[in-house]
């Protein structure tokens, strides 16, 4: 998947997430808020200027999000996405309106949606974790420019391929066809087993 495809599949299949941002005593403070549309610059959603998320948007100019669809744990898609957020201003809001007609049972008037403003998630990274598939899948993506970082569990060349890892993974994401094994990021869980037993402290974490 593209980096395109885990946008729109936060915008059209997940819709409703999770939003962290943090207030004035850098305290945590999370919202229920929907995705409503997307492009190649990121995400785009609105809020009500009066809002105490307004302030912290406008304050912080970050935030986190995280959505999930499945009927239950083990059948669950969750996309995860951290990054930079600007207002965009009202200009956008008959595009978001249209795509979200809901919206107008919530907003029914002009005067009313007066009150409303638009902001974009414009530079960010994210990631996928699926549940679903066996072993699971783990993809990261970035956008707007952002940095790509390969953050998990790394095999160095201090690796003796004696395999002590093996039995600990619980994915089996551990190739052993050469020496050092190679850790496959796309099925690792990033639970840290293999370097709590590796005799050899082969095993590095980068974050």
């Known amino acids: 998947m593209e980096t395109k495809d885990y946008l729109k599949y936060i915008v059209d299949e997940i819709h409703t997430v999770v939003v962290a941002t943090v207030d004035d005593s850098r305290q945590p403070v999370t919202a229920a808020i929907d995705m409503m549309d997307y492009d190649e610059n990121g995400l785009c959603f609105l809020t009500a200027k009066g809002k105490g ?3 912290r948007l406008k304050k912080r100019e970050y935030m986190a999000l995280t959505g999930m669809k499945g009927e239950d744990t083990m059948s669950c898609v969750a996309v ?3 990054g930079k957020v600007k207002e965009v201003g009202a200009a956008l809001l008959p595009r978001l309106f249209l795509k979200n007609p809901y919206m107008n049972e919530i907003y029914p008037t002009a005067e009313s949606q007066k009150a409303l403003t638009v902001f974009q998630l414009y530079e960010g990274s994210g990631e996928w974790f699926d549940l679903s598939k066996k072993p699971i899948e783990r993809a990261s993506f970035t956008f ?3 940095e790509t970082k ?3 569990y790394f095999i ?3 690796c003796i391929g004696c395999r002590a890892c093996e039995a600990v993974c619980p994915q089996s994401c551990i190739d052993f066809a050469g020496t050092p094994a190679v850790i496959r990021q796309e099925n690792c ?3 840290g087993n293999c370097m709590s037993v590796c005799p050899q402290n082969a095993v590095v974490r980068e974050v």
Do not use: E, W
């Open 53 to 55: 998320f307004y302030d």
């Open 144 to 146: 707007g420019g952002a």
């Open 150 to 152: 390969n953050d998990g």
């Open 80 to 82: 995860s996405v951290r």
């Open 156 to 158: 160095t060349d201090a």
């Open 189 to 191: 869980l990033h639970c």
